[in-house]
């Protein structure tokens, strides 16, 4: 059995404070080892896009849904988080993603879900400022046929589901905010935000805030295309 002296020694080389903060670390630079080694991981290349900064990951599956939903399981070191409500871009996809779960493992790595995020959502705040963001966005209309009768017309009804980053921007949305959220430029659709969730995608205030719009009449005297 070896002496205190020895693990005195250790722990002081590696500047820790225990032995078993030691064997942490001899762990963490294992898999960091083998994070850099691995041949038989696909290995991307991301920026987060608030800041431009490189980071590799590891990706270890990609699922594909019949709700056009895509996400990706992802590893990083422990050195390099990443966080839920994070939208990472990939230069290989040219893609953009969204971080939708994130959780360290036995504080050793981390381990998490992207989402592939398919719009772009733009809006005026109240000072008139552009906000863009990409989203992941989903349809809350699979049970209603996407129209309502009144007494003289019948008018379109499609909900939407968008998962977006809570941060400053986001977490100043509220009810009967409007938006335009369409692939035709030209004839968007309207909606408006009926709910605002950021409570459940998110902890302590960080993380994903989620809208729920619905789609609505455009008004010329309120909406600008």
């Known amino acids: 059995m070896k002496d205190i002296a020895y693990y005195r020694k250790i722990q002081n080389a590696l500047n820790c404070e225990s032995y078993s903060e030691m064997l942490r670390n001899e762990k963490i630079d294992d898999i960091d080892n083998d994070f850099e080694e691995s041949l038989d991981v696909d290995k991307f290349q991301f920026v987060y896009t608030h800041n431009n900064d490189d980071i590799e990951l590891e990706i270890h599956k990609i699922n594909w849904n019949s709700s056009n939903i895509t996400t990706q399981k992802f590893k990083s070191k422990i050195n390099n988080p990443i966080f839920r409500g994070e939208v990472l871009y990939n230069y290989k996809q040219n893609l953009n993603w969204l971080c939708v779960d994130s959780r360290p493992i036995d504080y050793l790595y981390y381990s998490g879900t992207l989402r592939q995020c398919d719009y772009e959502l733009r809006w005026q705040d109240e000072k008139?400022?552009?906000?863009?963001?990409?989203?992941?966005?989903?349809?809350?209309?699979?049970?209603?046929?996407?129209?309502?009768?009144?007494?003289?017309?019948?008018?379109?009804?499609?909900?939407?589901?968008?998962?977006?980053?809570?941060?400053?921007?986001?977490?100043?949305?509220?009810?009967?905010?409007?938006?335009?959220?369409?692939?035709?430029?030209?004839?968007?659709?309207?909606?408006?935000?009926?709910?605002?969730?950021?409570?459940?995608?998110?902890?302590?205030?960080?993380?994903?805030?989620?809208?729920?719009?619905?789609?609505?009449?455009?008004?010329?005297?309120?909406?600008?295309?």
Request: hydrophobic fraction near 30%.
């Open 128 to 225: 008139g400022n552009i906000i863009n963001k990409w989203c992941c966005i989903t349809t809350a209309s699979q049970y209603n046929s996407g129209e309502v009768e009144d007494k003289q017309l019948t008018i379109g009804y499609n909900q939407l589901l968008i998962y977006l980053p809570l941060d400053k921007d986001t977490i100043k949305l509220k009810s009967d905010k409007r938006f335009f959220i369409d692939s035709n430029k030209i004839n968007p659709k309207p909606y408006r935000l009926t709910r605002v969730d950021t409570v459940s995608m998110a902890y302590n205030g960080e993380g994903c805030i989620v809208l729920l719009c619905t789609e609505c009449q455009y008004n010329p005297e309120t909406d600008s295309i």
